[in-house]
């Protein structure tokens, strides 16, 4: 049996992974990317290198894109649905506001293509590892086409609706994460004040009505939990960069129908003071430091 084709638009930090795990899983891949680089970089990995992303939807199944923001995937998306025959499925894998993700499906459905958002938590590493979350919107019958080719690329799957669903998820958790981060880290701020130990806040935190993901897997501070960024001087990770933009979508998302979400427009509020501060690089933890009142996240009291 030939290998189903896929194209992939968009081969940069997260992209360029995922694609090459599509190859490990027995796909043709056909990519494209702006960077002459990061073209060169999936090339290794033996994604066949396209010189449009016309080009590389060229004669494919299915086309995944992996793009920074929802102004790019309306432009992409609005030359592929002219481009591909009808029938095709688009994966959007970006993490983009509601509205561009719908107006993306509505395009590829006005041409008969089958459409799917399926933004990812997971980060770099888990794109590398081929263990990425992916949560997707869409009609059923295009997560189920999508199904096979998710699988090649993560671990977990969910079809959290119709349209837009799935950007809804990711901003929704990652809304819930940067209000998180900061409580943890306010905590830890001041314990440190207090005179209690990181260990000792964290043993009891840990087992107690305090825990969440942010304390126990993404510690924010050395010592307790080796693997999370604080141990490796803030280097992401996830960067703060990111937080900012996926809590800017979710406060662009509350203000479209409405919602109340004090704490998520805080939290955008100090993830941009943060970045302004030059900080937007660092992993997203280490606001631990401007909580603390000093210029880097990277300091231990
Ligand atoms: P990145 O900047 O490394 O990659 C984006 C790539 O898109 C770049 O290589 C760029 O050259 C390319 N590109 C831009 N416009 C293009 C076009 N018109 N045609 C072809 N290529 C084009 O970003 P990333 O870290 O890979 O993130 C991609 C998406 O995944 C973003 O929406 C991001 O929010 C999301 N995301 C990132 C992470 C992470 O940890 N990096 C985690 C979850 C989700």
């Not at 998180?180 to 990181?198: D, P, R």
Request: charged share 15%; glycine share 14%; net charge negative.
């Amino acid at each position: 049996m030939t290998a189903q084709t896929i194209g992939f638009i968009g081969l940069g930090n997260m992209g360029g992974p995922m694609a090459a795990n599509l190859v490990r899983a027995g796909y043709r891949v056909q990519g494209f990317d702006l960077s002459a680089d990061s073209l060169t970089m999936a090339a290794a990995e033996g994604v066949v290198p396209a010189g449009s992303a016309l080009a590389a939807a060229e004669g494919a199944h299915a086309v995944v894109t992996m793009l920074p923001a929802g102004a790019h995937v309306r432009r992409v998306w609005s030359d592929l649905v002219e481009a591909v025959t009808p029938g095709t499925l688009l994966i959007d894998s970006s993490t983009i506001d509601v509205e561009s993700a719908k107006v993306a499906h509505a395009s590829a459905e006005a041409r008969g293509c089958l459409a799917i958002d399926a933004p990812v938590s997971g980060g770099t590493g888990g794109a590398k590892a081929g263990t990425l979350t992916f949560m997707a919107g869409g009609t059923a019958e295009a997560f189920a086409r999508a199904e096979s080719i998710l699988k090649a690329m993560g671990r977990s799957l969910f079809h959290c609706g119709e349209a837009g669903a799935g950007q809804a998820a990711k901003i929704c958790n990652n809304m819930i994460l940067g209000i998180s981060m900061i409580g943890v880290c306010e905590a830890f701020a001041l314990g440190e004040k207090l005179g209690l130990s990181h260990q000792a806040l964290f043993d009891v935190a840990s087992v107690s009505s305090g825990q969440c993901w942010s304390l126990t897997s993404y510690c924010p501070v050395p010592g307790p939990v080796p693997a999370s960024p604080a141990n490796n001087g803030y280097r992401p990770g996830f960067s703060a960069g990111l937080m900012l933009k996926d809590l800017r979508l979710a406060q662009a998302a509350a203000g479209s129908v409405h919602a109340t979400t004090p704490l998520g427009a805080e939290a955008a509020q100090l993830y941009a003071l943060f970045e302004g501060l030059g900080h937007g690089s660092e992993d997203f933890s280490a606001i631990i430091g401007m909580l603390r009142g000093r210029a880097s996240g990277g300091e231990t009291p």
